[in-house]
């Protein structure tokens, strides 16, 4: 049972340039969600999802882009970087009955130049 | 949307001492409260919730805190800290009713001096 993985741990882009960050989970957990961490900022919601097809925007969405073809994958897509999304990207996912506990991923340290 | 406010970014303690981390939220409405510790170069991992009946609420390794409503707060607090609980603290809510969204404060350094 691997949790929450992430890839790539790191990853350098310069404006411009679009890259999709990989999210999955091996815990049939039906409610996937992406952050982002600042600096002073603590963690922002980006995207999230409460089950295969369904999407929806959190506090932060533009530039970002996600879907969800099935349980255990929902990745974040940078259509087109900008160094205002130079951030540590975290996914979570939890069961959507009765509970409450996220599980984190790793994170993705991003840098766009 | 909820507010969450952590009030101390960053709190030295030396170690055995006591410490509290403040956290207060915004919404009137029922809540759910978490405390989620971050260790250097991790992801977040749940300290401890509240999510109904008794409001004082403890985690494995010491912690607790408690839920005051009136106040609108759930602080956490170790009665005697060890080099091992330095770490990044975020306090998180999740309305009872509208439960898709978490909202994070935005954390307190928590360094425990020798």
């Known amino acids: 049972n691997a949790g929450v993985t992430q890839t790539p741990k790191f990853q350098v882009l310069k404006t411009g340039q679009s890259m999709t960050l990989q999210c999955a989970q091996d815990?049939?957990?039906?409610?996937m969600s992406w952050y982002r961490q600042d600096p002073g900022m603590g963690l922002r919601l980006i995207h999230y999802s409460v089950g295969a097809g369904i999407t929806d925007q959190g506090e932060v969405p533009n530039g970002y882009n996600v879907s969800r073809s099935t349980t255990e994958d929902f990745p974040l897509r940078l259509l087109s970087a900008a160094p205002s999304q130079t951030s540590v990207y975290f996914c979570?996912?939890?069961?959507?009955?009765?509970?409450?506990?996220?599980?984190f991923g790793p994170g993705t340290r991003l840098t766009v130049t | 949307a909820q507010s969450v406010t952590q009030l101390d970014s960053q709190v030295p303690v030396f170690e055995e001492a006591p410490v509290e981390l403040r956290c207060n939220y915004s919404s009137s409405v029922s809540v759910y409260l978490f405390w989620y510790v971050q260790y250097p170069n991790q992801g977040l991992q749940l300290l401890l919730k509240?999510?109904?009946?008794?409001?004082l609420v403890e985690s494995i390794n010491g912690f607790e805190a408690e839920f005051n409503k009136s106040q609108t707060s759930f602080h956490l607090r170790k009665p005697s800290v060890h080099i091992s609980d330095t770490a990044e603290y975020f306090c998180a809510v999740s309305e009872v009713l509208a439960g898709n969204q978490f909202y994070f404060g935005t954390g307190t350094s928590l360094t425990v001096i020798p």
């Open positions: 815990m049939n957990h039906e409610y």
């Open positions: 979570a996912s939890r069961g959507t009955l009765g509970s409450y506990e996220q599980y």
């Open positions: 509240y999510l109904s009946g008794s409001t």
